[in-house]
């Protein structure tokens, strides 16, 4: 394992996370809104209607307040810790130390297909990687491994098997790529 990991991305702003979020519960209310209306009772559909939108808020004002923190990069030189984040519309900066620094990978799979998230929290900050804006599964992957591995944390059954999910679907990712490529 490498002792440097520099990842990093275009600056995802506060703005813009929010944006995609808001975007995506107007298409549902849309979507599902149209769905009532069609409903031959308009008492019952309308009521479906306000049910589905205070649920959708609900779940989108959650995704927004766990993406208020948002990490844009992270270096390591197996002792040193320095990332770059926004805390809701400002940009900082903390170092701190690998020892510092705690991680969790978490399967959020569901019956739309595999997914994860990694957990990092150093010092006093709560960080969520996920793949719902810049960061992809390698790199979860790749920043999960260097953590524990300069941490000297053995890896438990869990991760293991979340980690093999994980290569997997980058190789379904690739090989699609690929195939569409050469299309």
Known sequence: ???????????TSFTKRIRKYILLYLFLVFLFGAFSVLKS????GLSFFIVMSIIFAAYY???????KIYMTSFYS????????????FQEKIIESNIENTKTRLKNTSSRAGFDCELLIKIENLNFLINTDFDWDLGEIKKLFEYIQYHKKIEL???DKFTISRIENKVKKLETSNTTANSR
Not at 61 to 67: A, D, G, M, N, V
């Open 41 to 44: 009772d308009n008492k019952k």
């Open 1 to 11: 394992m490498g002792e440097i990991i520099e990842i990093e991305h275009l600056k």
């Open 156 to 158: 438990t059954e869990q």
């Open 77 to 88: 030189d197996s002792h040193k810790v320095i990332v770059h984040y926004f805390n809701g």
């Open 61 to 67: 004002l959650f995704k927004i307040l766990k993406t």
